[in-house]
Structures are given as structure tokens and as C-alpha cells.
DNA sequence: GTCTTGTTTGAATGTTCAATCAAGAAGTGG
DNA sequence: CCACTTCTTGATTGAACATTCAAACAAGAC
């Protein structure tokens, strides 16, 4: 175990006390008696509860490649492949915590009525670079999909379905609501594949 | 103006307040001065804060034909375009706010981590209705929709559609990404509508 | 008039919270 | 070994919060 910064400790607790309880509900004290570090630390480190925030937006932004696509690409090529492998590592997370799992930057999205600027901006690219992942295997199936088709719009869809498949099932405490999500984004993936097959 | 019952304005107000700050983020003080009331009032009619929001969620599950359904459909039969003015409206809510709109329901699903059931029961409910009336507009659309069309999963993919376009125009503070949702949604409409006509 | 029941008043309570800061410890360069 | 910076300690502060309650008020029943 490398020695770790406070900065670390402390970015590491947020992300998953944010996770668990959302912003507002975790503490500045949740995150001490998680670190074992004093308030005083904290506060060296960052000036605000707002900064820790903004440090785990960044750190969600900048492990998007390890923490998040890697992991469920590590066995898959086929790009369209790649994006239902992509959901099924959510649905994992799902199951895993029965149901009650939450994205980190959809329920921050949502639970930030009045974001600062800067939360705000990270919160956004967390996203576009979610769906320019996503774009990028919509390239990578060439012409297996629609000439016609916005790639961009299409990888926006993929994120739309994924947020709200997993709010879904979370409210409902059953997959099944996410799972049915899924499938329909399969069909419309089917439909697309037919069509470019198919010229009218 | 017919006389308002104390409860009634607390309800009205607590619809507004939890819609733009969130139900952590909106005190029982800005409740009681929205109001014009006294704390003492407010917890005659409600024991507690949260009784406040399960009388919010039974205004949503109660109003949703009057506050939603009937100003979207006012003017339209098609059912397939029923659903399309559903998202309209929605969409007008987004404009309205400066793309700050969210969801009432789906905000409140996500903020609230740790729900009491009665809580969690309310929202899946609210979610339930929604569907079941976008189902309704499905099965009216009879052999449009091909046969083999789950047509349950089909509503909540439209809710799932909405709740996505929403929380990504809202973080983009960007209509755009709500338009694209809809529009990938119409083409998979389009496609399925398509499909019915020349089976395979 | 007075009893009863339902409602309102608003100051007070106890808790939780983010943030502060003076004092001290640890680490670094000369 | 000293000077200097960086980091840590933890008690403290003041604001915000949900909730309580004894006292006052209103209005219909008899």
C-alpha cells in the first residue's frame, strides 16, 4: 500500500460517500471519521466542501479510461459489442448493490439545483466524454450503421437510455426496469443494422 | 379566490420550492415564509418534513391527468403524436426555465438515497402512471407498432428518453440535448412503424 | 355565556453543519 | 542546529436546521 495524500483520502471517501448519500447529505464530518484525518487537514487541503466536490468530478473525469471503459472492454472488440458490454458493467453495479445504485454524475446532475459554473462545466464533460466514448464505437461499426445516421446524437441516445434505465430501476428496486432499457436500445441498434443492410 | 386551507398552500408551495432547490436544499423556514404561516400551523397538518413530501408526491399522482395529460393532448388525437406532445411539453418547460427544468419526480428519485418505502412507493408510482398512459397511447396505435412489441418496455423507454433528454439538457444547460433524445426516439418510432408494414 | 374542539402563535430547544484558527509537529534546506 | 515552510491538531464558532409546546385564539354547540 503506497503512503497515500490526504488529498487522496479524502477524494477517495468523497467519491464514495457522494455515491452513497449524494452531496448535500454527506458531511464534512463523514468524511473525517472516514479518513481519520482532522478537520483542519481537510481544509488545508481543500478550501470548501465545494472543492472536494470539483476534485471528484475530476477524478471521475480523468479515470474514465481505467475506472470505467477498461474494465468493460477489456474482453470485447466488436465496437457495437462494446457499448452494450459498456451498460452491462452498470447493470452490474446495479445488481451489486441491490438496486440501489445510482450514476455518480447523473445523481450529482440532479441533485445540484444551483451548480457553480465550475461544477457544473465537469458535470458536462463527465458526460461528453462518456458519449464520445460511445460515439467512437458507432465510428468504429463503419457501415453497419445508417449513412444518414448523427453518430453524436445517437451516442447522446445511449447515455439517455443508460441514465434513465438506471434511475428506473433504482426506484422501482428491481433491474428488470433497466434491463427492459437495454433492450430496447438493442432493437433500435437492430433496426439501425437492418436498415443499413436494406437501402430504402 | 376560493379560501386556501393551510394545507393546501403548504402543498402548493412545497411543489414549487422542491422542484427548484430540491427537497434537502428547501427548509421548513422557506416553507413558512413562502406560506405566510407559522412552524406551528405547518406541523399541525404535517407531523414532519417528509409527510410534506408524500403530500407532494399524491399531488403529482393525483393531478397528472389535469397538470399534464390534458394541457399536452388538449388538441391532439393521433396517439403516436400524443406521445410526441408529451415530450412538447416538456420541452417547453426546458425553454421556459433556461434549461434548468428537471423532472419533478425523477429529480426527487435521485436526491432521495436512502427513501422511506412510503417515499419509494409514491415515485414508483408517479413513474407507473406515466408509463401507463404513454402505454395507453401505444395500444391505441393498434397494428402501427409491430406484434412482437413489448409494449410496456416500449412506455418506459419513453420515460426513460424523457428523463435522460432532460438531465443532459439541463447539465448542458442545452435544449438541443433534450431535441436529440426526442428525435432518436421518433426515429425508432419511425422504424418500428416501419416495420409493422413489411414484416418480415 | 361557557364549554369544547380545532387551529394558530412564535419563541425556544437541541442538534447538526461548514468553516476557522491559534498552537504545535514534522519535514526541508542551508 | 537553526530557520522556514508545510501540514496537523481539535476545540470552537456562529449559522441553519427540524421540531416542540405552552399559551392564545376562533367558532360552533348547548
Redesign the pocket.
Known amino acids: 500500500m503506497a503512503p497515500q495524500?490526504?488529498r487522496d483520502k479524502i477524494i477517495h471517501a468523497a467519491m464514495e460517500l457522494f455515491w452513497l448519500k449524494g452531496y448535500?447529505?454527506?458531511?464534512?464530518?463523514?468524511?473525517l471519521s472516514r479518513t481519520?484525518?482532522?478537520?483542519?487537514?481537510?481544509?488545508?487541503?481543500?478550501?470548501?466542501?465545494?472543492?472536494?466536490l470539483i476534485g471528484v468530478l475530476e477524478a471521475y473525469r480523468d479515470g474514465i479510461e481505467e475506472m470505467l471503459l477498461q474494465p468493460a472492454w477489456g474482453h470485447v472488440d466488436d465496437p457495437i459489442e462494446k457499448i452494450f458490454a459498456l451498460l452491462q458493467g452498470y447493470r452490474t453495479m446495479i445488481v451489486d448493490t441491490d438496486c440501489t445504485y445510482g450514476c455518480p454524475i447523473g445523481s450529482l446532475a440532479l441533485e445540484l439545483h444551483e451548480p457553480d459554473p465550475r461544477v457544473r462545466d465537469l458535470l458536462a464533460e463527465n458526460f461528453e466524454n462518456w458519449t464520445r466514448a460511445v460515439e467512437g464505437c458507432i465510428g468504429a461499426a463503419g457501415k453497419r450503421i445508417p449513412r444518414g445516421v448523427d453518430k453524436k446524437a445517437l451516442a447522446q441516445f445511449v447515455l439517455t437510455a443508460m441514465e434513465g434505465g438506471v434511475m428506473q430501476a433504482r426506484t422501482h428496486r428491481d433491474v428488470s426496469y433497466f434491463d427492459r432499457a437495454v433492450k430496447q436500445l438493442r432493437e433500435h441498434f437492430e433496426l439501425l443494422e437492418k436498415a443499413a443492410k436494406t437501402p430504402a
Open positions: 495524500s490526504a448535500n447529505s454527506t458531511s464534512i464530518a463523514d468524511l481519520q484525518l482532522n478537520s483542519g487537514s481537510l481544509y488545508h487541503v481543500f478550501p470548501s466542501k465545494q472543492d472536494v
